[in-house]
């Protein structure tokens, strides 16, 4: 076992301490509250609760209070907490056409069945600091203190103007169809359907899938994306009960959902039609649902007839590096006492050295104090 730190217990207690200091911060500002973090930080919250996996605002707001305001942190501690909770069913698949939708938009069509919504967004502000926000109250320029408009009726699709004409794939539920794993309690294995994929970047994070769907519009896979239809707002969550044999309504939840239309395909067999990608998250989060749809799309390759030629539309590959938490482990670690690792690998190389003839410079001596410590790190 390694002494990774000198002091032991009582040096990593101390470190705890000056973590809760350092988080407390200057004690003459009133302390930031997790109905503050919760309220203010909503598309903070939004991202935690997506790749947490857990739909729960109250505690993503702590995770991010704990955290100190580090979002991958606060999604491990969530995602941690996930694991103790008991486990009472699955709900049944939220119909997102009976959206109460707060925003609603396409980028293909002008006009579309119930109209465009804007709702609140940053597409139209000019980016510029605004000062207001640092006088006590302050609440920006332009901002009113009303509650966002709803629509209550459910909206049709856009992509089914493009269903009519049968222009575009549509995946319709099949009677047959095997029930979805569930990626919260079996590992990731190859190959992988489609509704595992889109577990994994649900929980993948925004960065990186960020990063990936820049990439695919760059030419890093065949892809030429228009957003069909982007949608935020409340939708209902059913729980089907054996004891009633009937669904109930358990709750609403807020998520954005994002249907991308890409290029056509075809084939001898199949007529050329529209392809789409899909992205589903918790909260406001459109650039997290616009990312997982360009990453899914490009996914889809192999399903498609289409030549894998890049990372993007290799499925190990983004599926195996998109969840933080894993990334943040295998990086975090290699802060961990590798003493005995790398001595050995110091001594490889004295020895490769040594047997081709170059001296190497003799080791500094150590003082009393490094030379003790080092000992006792022996295992």
């Not at 222009?167 to 294995?189: F, K, M, N």
């Not at 918790?282 to 192999?302: C, I, T, Y």
């Amino acid at each position: 076992m390694y002494v990774a730190v000198k002091g032991g217990e009582r040096a990593i207690e101390r470190s705890w301490d000056l973590l809760a200091e350092k988080r407390r911060g200057d004690r003459a500002v009133a302390e930031l509250t997790v109905a503050q973090i919760r309220g203010q930080l909503r598309l903070a919250v939004a991202r935690v609760m997506t790749e947490g996996s857990v739909y729960d605002e109250e505690l993503a707001a702590l995770a991010i209070k704990q955290a100190a305001g580090d979002l991958v942190e606060a999604i491990f501690l969530l995602r941690a907490y996930r694991t103790t909770l008991p486990r009472f069913g699955y709900t049944l698949p939220i119909d997102t056409e009976a959206m109460h939708a707060e925003r609603r938009i396409s980028a293909a069509f002008k006009d579309i069945p119930g109209g465009q919504m804007l709702g609140g967004t940053y597409d139209y502000t000019q980016r510029l600091l605004d000062f207001t926000l640092l006088a006590e109250g302050g609440t920006g320029a332009g901002d009113e203190d009303t509650a966002p408009a709803t629509h209550a009726e459910p909206m049709p699709r856009v992509l089914a103007m493009l269903d009519r004409e049968g222009l575009i794939e549509q995946e319709r539920a099949r009677p047959d169809a095997p029930e979805p794993g569930d990626l919260s309690r079996e590992p990731l294995t190859f190959p992988v359907d489609r509704a595992t994929r889109l577990q994994n970047l649900a929980r993948g994070d925004e960065g990186f899938l960020l990063s990936i769907g820049y990439a695919t519009q760059r030419g890093y896979a065949h892809s030429h994306p228009f957003a069909g239809e982007i949608r935020n707002g409340e939708v209902a969550v059913e729980l089907e009960l054996d004891e009633l044999g009937f669904a109930v309504e358990i709750g609403d939840i807020e998520v954005t959902e994002c249907q991308m239309i890409n290029q056509f395909a075809g084939s001898g067999e199949v007529p050329p039609a529209f392809t789409q990608g899909y992205g589903l998250a918790f909260g406001h989060s459109e650039r997290k649902a616009m990312a997982m749809a360009l990453v899914d799309r490009a996914l889809r390759a192999q399903e498609l007839g289409e030549t894998i030629a890049s990372p993007t539309q290799d499925a190990e590959f983004v599926l195996y590096h998109s969840d933080n938490v894993e990334a943040s482990g295998f990086v975090q670690h290699l802060k961990l006492p590798h003493y005995v690792d790398f001595q050995s690998e110091l001594e490889l190389l004295r020895g490769l050295r040594t047997s081709g003839g170059v001296a190497s410079r003799p080791a500094p001596a150590l003082a009393a104090e490094e030379e003790q410590e080092v000992a006792h790190e022996r295992p």
